[in-house]
């Protein structure tokens, strides 16, 4: 099993553009979670699906940030436009909803730093 | 609401000795508790869990026990190696199917 598949690993953008990120999980999963890690603000959870479904969205910092799931094996996240403060490691990661405890098997995030 | 506390870090240990991670909760209901491992520059690893009070979860020689009457999940190995260096999450999960993690506890072991 390949894991959770983020890209890119690394993304270098100035302010004021367009970013986007990407995830396949792992298949047969059936939720899927945007996280976001910083030394200031530690892990945070931005958006989770659930079947494809936007179930939580409560995290998005604010209007600029976009998550979409046009199936069960694909998931970007959108900043636009980007701002210095969103540098940090974007984490995803899938699950399956249904087995308890739920477990979540994370990619190997993308590092993003806005000049 | 649902809260996770770690405690701080830095801990730093020599090679072979006793580690703790403390990690307390607060939930409503009765949440399942994990404890994740990050290693630098990786995502975030599954490395033990328990579902229920008085059960233990053990993994690689790590062990914690859901403590109902004291909230708490306190991570233990009783000889840490170099390589289990990393940063260490305790979390909690109330059914809703999110995570609530804590701020994390970074582990340095020196040979």
């Known amino acids: 099993d390949a894991g959770v598949i983020q890209s890119p690993r690394h993304e270098v953008t100035e302010m004021g553009q367009e970013v986007t990120l990407r995830c396949k999980p792992i298949s047969g999963h059936n939720s899927l979670f945007w996280y976001r890690q910083t030394m200031m603000r530690g892990l945070e959870l931005l958006i989770y699906f659930n079947n494809n479904v936007p179930i939580d969205d409560s995290g998005m910092p604010e209007d600029r940030f976009s998550a979409k799931m046009p199936n069960a094996s694909f998931s970007t996240l959108k900043i636009q436009p980007s701002e210095p403060r969103d540098s940090a490691v974007y984490f995803c990661?899938?699950?399956?909803?249904?087995?308890?405890?739920?477990?979540?098997?994370f990619g190997p995030g993308t590092r993003l730093t806005v000049t | 609401g649902n809260s996770v506390t770690q405690m701080e870090g830095p801990v730093t240990l020599s090679e072979e000795a006793f580690l703790t991670i403390n990690c307390t909760y607060t939930?409503?209901?009765?949440?399942?508790l994990f404890w994740y491992v990050q290693y630098p520059g990786e995502g975030l690893q599954l490395l033990l869990k328990?579902?229920?009070?008085?059960d233990k979860g053990s993994n690689k020689g790590f062990e914690a026990t859901y403590r109902k009457e004291t909230t708490s999940f306190h991570l233990e190995k009783g000889s840490v190696q170099v390589s289990d260096s990393a940063v260490y999450f305790c979390?909690?999960?109330?059914?809703?199917?999110?995570?609530?993690f804590g701020t994390g506890t970074r582990l340095l072991v020196s040979p």
């Open positions: 979390a909690l999960d109330t059914g809703f199917q999110k995570l609530v």
């Open positions: 990661a899938s699950g399956l909803i249904g087995t308890a405890p739920s477990e979540q098997y």
């Open positions: 939930a409503t209901g009765y949440p399942s």
């Open positions: 328990a579902t229920k009070a008085d």
